[in-house]
C-alpha cells in the first residue's frame, strides 16, 4: 500500500502542476491592436565653423613700377621671390571663387530648408499626438 501511495502523490503533484491554473475559469481578455506611427528623430548636424579668411596684399606691377616694386618686395620678403599672375588667369581664379560662394549659398539653403520641414513635421506630429490624448 505504501508503494501505491508513493506512487500516486508523485502523479498527483505532477498533474496539478501540468494543469495549473487552468482548472480555475477564466474570461480571456480583450486585446485591442493600435498601429501608432513612431517618428525617429533625426540627429540635425551642426554648422560648420565659419570660413576665417585672410587677406592678401595685391600688388599691381607695370613697367612703371617695376624698380619701386622690386626694393620694396626686397626690404619686406627679404629675398626676390614672388608669384605672378596674368589678367586673364586673375579673371578665372575670379570666376572660380564666384562659383564656391555659390555653391555655398545653394548648399546652405538646402541643409536650412530640410531643417525647416523636418522641424515642421516633428511639430505636426506632437500635435496630432497630443489631439489623441484628449479622446481617450
Not at 599691381?60 to 619686406?76: G, P, Q, Y
Not at 629675398?79 to 549659398?105: C, G, H, T, W
Request: with cysteine.
Amino acid at each position: 500500500m505504501y508503494s501505491t501511495v508513493s506512487k500516486a502523490i508523485p502523479l498527483l503533484i505532477l498533474t496539478l502542476i501540468i494543469n495549473g491554473c487552468s482548472l480555475i475559469p477564466k474570461q480571456p481578455r480583450e486585446v485591442e491592436i493600435k498601429t501608432v506611427e513612431v517618428r525617429i528623430p533625426i540627429q540635425h548636424p551642426v554648422y560648420p565653423r565659419p570660413i576665417d579668411m585672410k587677406e592678401p596684399k595685391w600688388y599691381v606691377v607695370s613697367n612703371k613700377n617695376l624698380d619701386e616694386f622690386l626694393t620694396n618686395i626686397e626690404k619686406e620678403a627679404g629675398q626676390m621671390v614672388f608669384v605672378a599672375m596674368s589678367v586673364p588667369d586673375y579673371e578665372l581664379m575670379a570666376y572660380n571663387l564666384q562659383e564656391i560662394k555659390r555653391f555655398v549659398k545653394e548648399t546652405k539653403e538646402v541643409i536650412v530648408y530640410y531643417r525647416t520641414v523636418m522641424s515642421d513635421d516633428e511639430e505636426n506630429i506632437e500635435e496630432k499626438s497630443d489631439n489623441g490624448k484628449g479622446n481617450d
